[in-house]
């Protein structure tokens, strides 16, 4: 699905953010991105969709390179990747339905989605994505109306109406609650299950990480230090990765988190 072959980003200054990163990604799989900050975890994501231009390398979506796309030819491919923001990127004065729609953009034509008409089609997709991520009934609110939450469940949705193959995913936890943070990285996993997705997720939290995916890939310095299973996160590992810490802490609070869970699970059951 994804490849990235010897993936390089050296900015003017002469810093190297990304340093010779191969990386394959299959249909399906959801991985995260851990790294201190600086690693190049938002500068690999950019690069994939060329909102950051690689310095070299190549990036393959399917038997599609990239990398060497023209203009006309990138704006059809990033239909396939669908991008979702710390951020949320939203347009505050528009409704949640007009977000949604939005994802939209690159399949009308300018004067029909500068008049907002979209088909009925689209519309009719928008009231089934919100309606699995629980906001059917906020589709006339305005963005600016919304939780953190909610406005990052907008944002799911305007990335899914593209019909993605895959989805790039950078900090969906950081302005949320540890809460709403589970309920948004389990509701990305699930979609993306239900829909066979990829996903790359830049996401700080290690926990996070740990509790809702298969694969995890580490990296320091714009080079991948670890890429394998989250259980295989020890404590020498995240040493390496983020330097000296209490790292077994943070391997208990898993292991607490997910027995809380299963404790949920068999009380409401």
């Given at each position: 699905?994804?490849?990235?072959?010897?993936?390089?980003?050296?900015?003017?200054?002469?810093?190297?953010?990304?340093?010779?990163?191969?990386?394959?990604?299959?249909?399906?799989?959801?991985?995260?991105?851990?790294?201190?900050?600086?690693?190049?975890?938002?500068?690999?994501?950019?690069?994939i969709n060329r909102l950051v231009e690689p310095t070299s390398g190549k990036v393959w979506l399917g038997d599609?390179?990239?990398?060497?796309?023209?203009?006309?030819?990138?704006?059809?491919?990033?239909?396939?990747?669908?991008?979702?923001?710390?951020?949320?990127?939203?347009?505050?004065?528009?409704?949640?339905?007009?977000?949604?729609?939005?994802?939209?953009?690159?399949?009308?034509?300018?004067?029909?989605?500068?008049?907002?008409?979209?088909?009925?089609?689209?519309?009719?997709?928008?009231?089934?994505?919100?309606?699995?991520?629980?906001?059917?009934?906020?589709?006339?609110?305005?963005?600016?109306?919304?939780?953190?939450?909610?406005?990052?469940?907008?944002?799911?949705?305007?990335?899914?109406?593209?019909?993605?193959?895959?989805?790039?995913?950078?900090?969906?936890?950081?302005?949320?609650?540890?809460?709403?943070?589970?309920?948004?990285?389990?509701?990305?996993?699930?979609?993306?299950?239900?829909?066979?997705?990829?996903?790359?997720?830049?996401?700080?939290d290690v926990a996070l990480a740990q509790m809702f995916v298969a694969r995890v890939i580490g990296l320091r310095?714009?080079?991948?230090?670890?890429d394998g299973a989250p259980e295989a996160l020890t404590p020498d590992v995240l040493t390496r990765i983020y330097?000296?810490?209490?790292?077994?802490?943070?391997?208990?609070?898993?292991?607490?988190?997910?027995?809380?869970?299963?404790?949920?699970?068999?009380?409401?059951?």
């Amino acid at each position: 699905m994804l490849r990235l072959e010897k993936l390089v980003k050296t900015y003017r200054t002469g810093d190297q953010a990304l340093k010779s990163v191969d990386l394959n990604v299959p249909k399906g799989q959801v991985v995260a991105l851990i790294g201190p900050s600086g690693a190049g975890k938002s500068t690999l994501i950019r690069c994939i969709n060329r909102l950051v231009e690689p310095t070299s390398g190549k990036v393959w979506l399917g038997d599609t390179e990239l990398t060497h796309l023209g203009a006309g030819a990138l704006r059809r491919e990033r239909r396939r990747m669908g991008m979702i923001f710390q951020e949320y990127a939203l347009v505050e004065r528009l409704t949640v339905m007009e977000n949604v729609l939005s994802g939209r953009l690159g399949y009308v034509g300018f004067w029909r989605s500068f008049a907002r008409r979209f088909p009925q089609s689209d519309v009719d997709e928008a009231f089934r994505l919100l309606d699995r991520v629980g906001l059917l009934g906020m589709a006339d609110k305005r963005a600016d109306e919304l939780s953190g939450g909610q406005r990052q469940r907008v944002g799911i949705c305007r990335a899914l109406i593209q019909n993605p193959a895959l989805l790039l995913v950078d900090e969906p936890t950081a302005s949320l609650d540890p809460k709403t943070s589970r309920q948004i990285m389990r509701l990305i996993c699930e979609l993306c299950a239900e829909r066979g997705l990829a996903a790359i997720i830049n996401i700080h939290d290690v926990a996070l990480a740990q509790m809702f995916v298969a694969r995890v890939i580490g990296l320091r310095f714009g080079a991948i230090e670890f890429d394998g299973a989250p259980e295989a996160l020890t404590p020498d590992v995240l040493t390496r990765i983020y330097g000296e810490e209490d790292w077994q802490a943070t391997i208990r609070k898993v292991d607490e988190d997910e027995a809380e869970a299963s404790a949920t699970a068999e009380a409401v059951a």
